[in-house]
């Protein structure tokens, strides 16, 4: 009997296969004592299976490419944490095996972030497969991981890893369901990357039976148990429709009365640009520099690679727009040689453009090195700061970009809510503005982006967010300005029209997602877009903001 199951839709498309569950390690090992004798060969396992797992992480890294080589060295980082293996090595000292000491130390760490307010608790998926990967490989049991399978089907897991997600072979993962993450995590951002349906935050997913049928809507967040032939055909003939609407569309976007709405994707490096060529980007919306500063935490990289890394996406794009995230660290992305190791709040601390006004010489380096790299190119180069809360940091960040003799445009995130409340303040020291709405959402809602237990806050379709979102714009465009969204927010279509009918006048997104938007866009004008908008801002709910502008915009 057909039943519907909905969490949220976090990466496009339509998925129908037999479910499958994901293999998971052996979690806690024995607890038991060993002689002190034994101590040094245990500490030698540990750290054999610490640098083995790096390893294929970083291996993992090198065969995915893109954003995912990024994150999955990052977590290959985190595997080799100097003060976890210290507090390894205390904990053999006094008589754990290897494994339990392993098991214990990244405990420890893990209730570590959840007492300080779970700001950083993004990464606890990570940390846990990170474990869960050394645990494995000290006691010899199967890593976890991907199911083997010689059929197409539909992957569910309680969470998935980085490791894991970055390898999906899409030819046999039709599509992806976990119980907890949210919209935001590494896992979704990293679906929508690959293109393969995902929802997340589903309660009890894992409770459906191996080898039930499963319809996905990756868009909607629903799940169909054993559906019937009629709702198959349903969606089937949906996903084709849609699939012909995104091979009809081309070119810039815009809306079907032709209101120009410039379709952007958001990179992290120069991997990541031919797949935004591919989708027909017009541009770079958001190049989160972070990643070039994450190969290693203890260090900034010089001037001269961060040149060649900014050069090499800026030469992708001649005559369009690459705007530059300058480093945004803290909260979930630390720096040993930036950020505090001691904040007890970190997310509500010194992350972003607090950081770097704390260490000027990082945030000169960063800005010379996008003077140099964009000398000679026919490019138009915008640069924001990360975090901005006030006039005096819009400022402070101009008056950088300027003492650096940076040729751009200078601009600021909206990721707090007083940015978007004072944006017309803010707009008297800059040039533009970019809504993140991820960040946005988790300062608005004090909803931490990362924990599934809160992801109806996270949910971009609540109104709150949609009125900040009109602020910023109005204030925009009372002073002649653009403002654009860079938060995963621009990747729904539906919510596409919305911003665009609350003002918005550039979207940016993960390349897979372009097409979407850019054929949804496509069918309707501006007026409706704006319609849609109101409605949607009227509601009380995120749901029912959706279905109001669903309502709108299909004519009912």
Known sequence: ?????????????????????????????????????????????????????????????????????????????????????????????????????????????????????????????????????????????PMPGVPDSDEPYVLIARDLAPADTALLDPTLVLGFVTEEGGPTSHSAILARALGVPAVVALPGA???????????????????????EEKRAEMESAAAARRAALSATTGPGATSDGHKVP???????????????????????????????????????????????????????????????????GADKPLEFLTPADEPNPALGVRGLRSLLDHPDVLRTQLTALSKAVEGLPVYLEVMAPMVADRADAKAFADACREAGLQ???????????????????????????????????????????????????????????????????AARAEGKSCGVCGEAAADPLLACVLTGLGVTSLSMGAASIPYVRATLAKHTLAQCERAASAARAADSAEEARVAAQAVLSGE
């Open 1 to 141: 009997m057909e039943t519907t199951l909905r969490g949220v839709g976090v990466s496009h498309g339509v998925a129908i296969g037999e479910v499958r569950h994901m293999g998971t390690a052996v979690l806690e090992p024995p607890a038991k004592q060993i002689p002190a004798e034994e101590a040094e060969r245990e500490q030698g396992r540990a750290r054999q299976a610490v640098e083995a797992v790096a390893a294929d992480l970083i291996a993992r890294g090198n065969l995915a490419g893109g954003e995912a080589q990024h994150v999955l060295e990052a977590q290959a980082m985190m595997a080799q944490d100097p003060e976890l293996m210290a507090d390894v090595d205390r904990r053999i000292a006094v008589g754990s095996t290897a494994e339990r000491a392993v098991y214990d130390a990244f405990a420890s760490y893990r209730a570590l972030l959840a007492n300080a307010g779970e700001y950083l608790a993004g990464r606890v998926a990570d940390l846990d497969d990170v474990r869960n990967r050394i645990v494995a490989r000290l006691l010899g049991v």
């Open 206 to 228: 894992g409770e459906i039976a191996e080898g039930t049928v499963v319809a996905v809507d990756g868009s909607t967040g629903e799940i169909f148990v054993e559906p019937s």
């Open 263 to 329: 379709l952007l994707a958001n990179v992290g490096g120069p991997a990541d640009v031919p797949a935004a060529l591919e989708a027909g980007a017009e541009g770079v919306g958001l190049f989160r520099t972070e990643f070039l500063f994450l190969d290693d935490s203890k260090q900034a990289p010089s001037e001269e690679k961060q040149v060649a890394a900014y050069r090499a996406v800026l030469e992708a794009f001649p005559e369009g727009r690459v705007v530059v995230r300058v480093l945004d660290a």
């Open 408 to 474: 751009a445009k200078f601009g600021a995130m909206v990721e707090i809510p007083s940015a978007a409340l004072r944006a017309r303040s803010i707009l008297q020291e800059v040039e533009f503005l970019s809504l993140g709405t991820n960040d946005l959402a988790q300062y608005t809602f004090a909803a931490d982006r990362q924990v599934g237990a809160v992801s109806r806050l996270q949910d971009p379709w609540q109104p709150a967010l949609l009125d900040l979102v009109a602020l910023s714009a109005e």
